[in-house]
Nanobody, 113 residues
């Protein structure tokens, strides 16, 4: 069973930045796609960003140009750099490995003045 552990969430003012990290256990990380999802109160969980094993990223339209997903296979870690944050980005952010059907515990991001 793959374990995913997120970190890096917190409270930030509008326009600020945060970088989320997700560390994965096991040996399959480098060969598989990784996702970042988020879930705001009262809303469904939604896919925010994806990075393939080859490093190709894709993004939800509302975060394009502001968020950047990357990975470090040597550290079994995927990152989500979030810039120009808006109050509507407030949510619990989850790391997901589709191949293993694994989810992290989530990290809270709150954007508020």
């Amino acid at each position: 069973q793959v374990q995913l552990v997120e970190s890096g969430g917190g409270l930030v003012q509008p326009g600020g930045s945060l970088r989320l990290s997700c560390a994965a256990s096991g040996s399959i990380f480098s060969g598989t796609t990784m996702d970042w999802y988020r879930q705001a109160p009262g809303k469904e969980r939604e896919l925010v960003a994806r990075i393939t094993s080859g490093g190709s990223p894709s993004y939800k339209d509302s975060v394009k140009g502001r968020f950047s997903i990357s990975r470090d296979n040597a550290k079994n870690t995927v990152y989500l750099q979030m810039n120009s944050l808006k109050p509507e980005d407030t949510a619990v952010y989850y790391c997901h490995m589709p191949y293993a059907s694994s989810w992290g515990q989530g990290t809270q991001v709150t954007v508020s003045s």
